[in-house]
T-cell receptor
Framework: GIQVEQSPPDLILQEGANSTLRCNFS?????LQWFHQNPWGQLINLFY???GTKQNGRLSATTVATERYSLLYISSSQTTDSGVYFC????????????FGKGTLLTVNP | GAGVSQTPSNKVTEKGKYVELRCDPI?????LYWYRQSLGQGPEFLIY????????DSGLPNDRFFAVRPEGSVSTLKIQRTERGDSAVYLC??????????FGPGTRLTVL
């Protein structure tokens, strides 16, 4: 099946810093989603972005499907941004079946 | 509006027992998914419903696991003869198709 690799595995920032999280995938996809799992375990959908660029406030994401990667940008980070960020992909006719990466654990210190 | 809800939030059971985990999707969502998340890992797909039928159950680990969605809304994941290896957080998600999936808070299952 499709492989999803996320980097870095861990990231520690000071409040106000910017960061870029990367997601590489091993095959073509037609479904890609970024999620934030907060410290209480709730998975929150950030972007549905199988291709192109989207922005939502301090967050933005870009997927270059032809090169099999996606980037999540976090600007002016806040302590509430802490948690695990997951990239999840789906492909072909069963693109509803998301394959998740192992995530990036982000800690934002005050 | 209300999000996806799951009950119970925590379930502790003994090895060999039967458990049921419930998911209430967002109203109007025809697609419903179950995933399982082990500590330190991303969620893993179990089963997908479109309406009342299980369109894809390829992620269920073995025949001890079964899920139903009889009226196309609420779903129940059923695990027979639980084993310690079944301990995990079971997540439910709903959506309108193959795009954005909205996740519930999960049920933490502990098998002693």
């Amino acid at each position: 099946g499709i492989q999803v690799e996320q980097s870095p595995p861990d990231l520690i920032l000071q409040e106000g810093a910017n960061s870029t999280l990367r997601c590489n995938f091993s095959d073509s996809v037609n479904n890609l989603q970024w999620f934030h799992q907060n410290p209480w375990g709730q998975l929150i959908n950030l972007f549905y972005i199988p291709s192109g660029t989207k922005q939502n406030g301090r967050l933005s994401a870009t997927t270059v499907a032809t090169e099999r990667y996606s980037l999540l940008y976090i600007s002016s980070s806040q302590t509430t941004d802490s948690g695990v960020y997951f990239c999840a992909v789906g492909s072909g006719g069963s693109n509803y079946k998301l394959t998740f990466g192992k995530g990036t654990l982000l800690t934002v210190n005050p | 509006g209300a999000g996806v809800s799951q009950t119970p939030s925590n379930k502790v059971t003994e090895k060999g027992k039967y458990v049921e985990l419930r998911c209430d999707p967002i109203s109007g969502h025809t697609a419903l998914y179950w995933y399982r998340q082990s500590l330190g890992q991303g969620p893993e797909f179990l089963i997908y419903f479109q309406g009342t039928g299980a369109a894809d159950d390829s992620g269920l680990p073995n025949d001890r696991f079964f899920a139903v969605r009889p009226e196309g809304s609420v779903s129940t994941l059923k695990i027979q003869r639980t084993e310690r290896g079944d301990s995990a957080v079971y997540l439910c998600a709903s959506g309108t198709g193959s795009d954005t999936q909205y996740f519930g808070p999960g049920t933490r299952l502990t098998v002693l």
